[in-house]
């Protein structure tokens, strides 16, 4: 299973590369879903200005993003990709629908795309590096953080190919079902917000607006915290444990991104189901695959010991 080693390929080879059949539809449609949001946004900015929003608008921005992004951190991060637990099928199909629904691509792709990442972390390979091949000085630097963040969705040159990457999920029948039928969760997850807003307003307007905060604002704001995973945590904060790349924990991030910014513990540890890895470190996603286990639904959760850790420090222990 190449992806799920870090750090131990040499150079990205053409067997690495997933090959892109429609480039231009694909950028037209990542342009889309990066630049409606954002019109969305004005709108939604101009609406609470008229104080047209209405409670149960803001209910369902905050229900849809914990459970979309719930469905992208412990769905296709902790489980799909790194295996840090072991669910039942029906779990394993309700986390991969969740996780469409957040619009950040199907999940097998996502999987392939991110085991590269960790394969080739900040060196040649790496889909989004904010390091490598961007150029000295700020210039440099905010090109890099740029290609990181959304840049990397518009080239296709370093994509993770799904039958090297992603084999054992091309393997599962359930989870190539949900991966195939990807555009059926994304519309799935606007027609809720949209059925709610008129069943609970009774009216197109409130039908509408409901489908602006929980689907175009809840995806904008989930979209740009994912993408600061990959961009902000690979350049700014703090660096507990001596990896191979430039991988970061930033603090202000771990509440919105569900703990995954905890990202050197992650990277030190990838296979960890918990990324905070002390007790003030917030990390909702494992307290839900804590809960999971409590309930029976997850087993063989893997957590890392303290001496373990230890032994990754770049100082001598108790010093970081
Ligand atoms: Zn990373
Ligand atoms: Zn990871």
């Known amino acids: 299973m190449p992806g799920l080693e870090p750090v131990t390929a ?29 019109l969305a946004l004005g709108v939604a900015g101009w609406q609470v200005w008229g104080r047209a929003l209405r409670p149960v608008d803001l209910v369902l921005f905050l229900a849809l993003y914990v459970a979309t992004a719930l469905g992208v951190t412990v ?86 190919k799904r039958s090297r990457y992603a084999p054992d999920l091309l393997a599962d029948r359930a989870i190539r079902f949900v991966d195939r039928t990807f555009l059926v969760w994304v519309v799935a997850g606007l027609a809720l917000p949209f059925g709610l807003g008129y069943v609970t307003g009774g009216s197109l307007v409130e039908a509408l607006t409901a489908l602006l905060w929980g689907g175009a604002v809840r995806m904008l704001v989930l979209h740009h915290v994912t993408f600061s995973i990959n961009s902000l945590c690979h350049t700014f904060g703090r660096r507990r444990f001596a990896t191979t790349d430039e991988s970061r924990n ?57 001496e373990r850790q230890e032994r990754r420090y770049p100082r001598p222990a108790g010093t970081s």
């Open 250 to 306: 930033l603090a202000w991030l771990a509440l919105p991104s569900m703990g995954e910014a905890w990202h050197n513990n992650h990277h030190a540890f990838p296979t960890s189901a918990a990324h905070g890895m002390r007790r003030w470190e917030i990390d909702p996603s494992a307290l839900v695959i804590g809960a999971l286990q409590a309930t029976g639904l997850a087993w063989d959760v893997q957590r890392i010991s303290r």
């Open 75 to 160: 769905g296709y991060h902790r489980h799909f990709t790194h295996r840090s637990f072991k669910t039942t099928r029906a779990v394993r199909v309700i986390l991969a629908v969740l996780g469409s629904a957040a619009v950040e691509g199907p999940v097998i792709s996502w999987v392939a795309d991110h085991r590269k990442h960790h394969a080739f972390s900040d060196r040649e390979g790496d889909p989004h590096s904010p390091h490598v091949g961007h150029g000295a000085g700020w210039r440099g630097t905010l090109r890099g953080l740029l290609h990181a963040h959304l840049g990397w969705l518009f080239v296709h040159d370093q994509r993770g």
């Open 10 to 38: 040499v150079a990205p080879t053409r067997d690495d590369i997933e090959p892109v059949a429609h480039e231009t539809v694909d950028r037209i449609v990542t342009g889309g879903a990066v630049v409606i949001p954002f």
